[in-house]
């Protein structure tokens, strides 16, 4: 599982490089979500939903990185994914770093 900052994650969005899956649970999606990302919570996680035949860097995100982490590294692990993406910090540290945010996610 490779870590990346979230100013890379966003260069990477902006250049249709990436798909970014967020875990977090629905509740959590009403305070602050990333342009673009796919709404997939942990708690109920489709692995279905999951693009594995694709160009596309997988990145997961969560709150903090914890969740992100633990789903990235189970799909590495029973080999549905070849590579996988967490985003460092969680959306906080997108937050943090300025980056666009949105009210709504895609489901």
């Known amino acids: ?9 966003k260069e990477w969005l902006d250049n249709d490089l990436a798909i970014l ?3 977090r649970e629905q509740r959590e999606l009403t305070t ?3 342009p673009g990302a796919i709404h997939n919570p942990m708690s109920s996680f489709d692995f279905d939903a999951i693009p594995i035949k ?6 997961f995100v969560c709150a903090h ?6 789903i990235g590294e189970f ?9 996988a993406y967490n985003m ?12 666009p945010s949105e009210d709504k996610i895609k489901q």
């Open 75 to 83: 799909l590495l692990q029973s080999k549905m994914v070849q590579v």
């Open 88 to 99: 460092v910090g969680g959306v906080t540290a997108w937050k943090q770093a300025g980056l």
């Open 65 to 70: 990185g914890i969740r992100s982490r633990q």
């Open 1 to 9: 599982m490779f870590e990346i900052e979230p100013l890379q994650v």
């Open 21 to 23: 899956i967020d875990v």
């Open 54 to 59: 694709t160009d596309k860097r997988l990145v």
């Open 32 to 34: 602050f979500s990333i």
